[in-house]
């Protein structure tokens, strides 16, 4: 199946078109020619690696992942758990440059690393949330990417690493083979906005359109793959869909993957816009409600639950 694939540098309102057909029909596509410079990533491409090679008792330093910090198999606060390890940061760059003390022995180099990117990423969310506004014909343009712009703005960054199973020598590394798979991060949507996922060359990230039916995600490194988030669900009255995911292990190279989630403040009340809940769907599905409360709610509950449902409006 080919997954929809949005060029940074062809014409406006055809990009706009592009990624609000994408987010109605997958929740999902991949950003090319997005402008994020190579060196960029890799600087925190090369910094994470050398994190995750630490000895655990180092990588235990950066605090657990209360939800900021390491954590290494477990998820959240309710029993998930998955062949992944993790490092959980805030973007603002006050948080980041007080973290790298507790992560790296140059926490003045890995901190730019992280302030580099994710000022890059966010830029480029953004970016892709006025053309969204823009193809939904929102008349507030910078309705969506205002909230991530914000300087109390809840984004986080998800620094994924998924190691090569010890057990795999006879593996079939073909990801159409998933005979020998472990559950790496298992199927959840994202809570927040906007998500920006940017991997390495290796493979394990699927997407679900379907009930039960996988699609697997080709890694391309030079790429962005943008996931709808369940608060993009809300804000468009039900019209995107946040999309289901989930990666899995089966291969003898480890997985490093990039996060970017881009959120609200905290205190941010999350509605639809008046021209979402225009006629004929003049009717609000969601109760208006905070960021901080869906947040909680989400932390109460475990990672593949449809917390969305409990915000319906009836
Ligand atoms: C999924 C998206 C992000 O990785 C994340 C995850 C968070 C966590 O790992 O701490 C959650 C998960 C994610 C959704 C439901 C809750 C919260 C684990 C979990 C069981 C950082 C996020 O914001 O939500």
């Known amino acids: 199946m080919e997954l929809p694939v949005v060029d940074l540098s062809a014409e406006r309102s055809e990009v706009s078109k592009l990624i609000v057909k994408a987010c109605e029909e997958y929740g999902f596509f991949k950003v090319v020619n997005h402008g994020v410079p190579q060196d960029v990533i890799l600087k ?20 657990p992942p209360d939800p900021l910090g390491y954590g290494c198999k477990n998820i959240g606060f309710n ?32 901190s730019s690393a992280v ?38 703005s809840d984004s986080i960054l998800r620094l994924n690493h998924y190691p090569i199973q010890l ?13 020998n798979c472990k559950v790496g991060f298992g199927a959840h949507s994202d809570p927040q906005i906007f998500t920006l996922l ?8 699927q997407i679900s359109i379907e009930d039960g039916v996988w699609i ?3 890694p391309d490194p030079t790429a962005f793959w943008v996931n709808v ?21 089966y291969s003898r190279k480890s997985r490093m993957s990039m996060a970017f989630f881009g959120a609200p403040p ?27 409360e869906y947040k909680k709610t989400a932390y109460s509950l475990r990672l593949g639950d449809t917390r969305l449902d409990l915000f319906k409006a009836r």
């Open 216 to 218: 697997p995600v080709p």
């Open 167 to 179: 057990d795999s020598k006879d593996w079939d590394t073909s990801p159409s083979s998933h005979a």
């Open 115 to 152: 302030s580099g990117y994710v000022q890059a990423v966010r830029e480029l969310a953004c970016e892709l949330l006025d053309l969204t506004a823009e193809g939904l014909l929102v008349s507030d343009r910078s309705l969506f990417s205002r909230l991530i712009r914000d300087v109390d």
């Open 44 to 63: 925190l491409e090369e910094q994470v690696l050398s994190f995750f090679s630490l000895p655990l008792s180092e990588k235990q330093r950066a605090g």
């Open 266 to 292: 905290l205190q941010a009340r999350i509605a639809a816009p008046p021209e979402m809940v225009a006629p004929p769907n003049s009717l609000s599905l969601y109760k208006p409600f905070t960021w901080a």
């Open 79 to 110: 029993g998930d758990t998955g062949e992944v390890e993790y490092l959980t940061l805030n973007t603002n760059p006050l948080s980041i440059a007080q973290r790298s003390i507790t992560i790296s022995n140059n926490p003045s180099k890995f």
């Open 198 to 205: 940017r991997s390495n060359d290796v493979g394990g990230l």
């Open 229 to 249: 988030g369940d608060m993009l669900q809300v804000m468009t009255n039900g019209r995107f869909v946040s999309v289901r995911h989930r990666a899995l292990t």
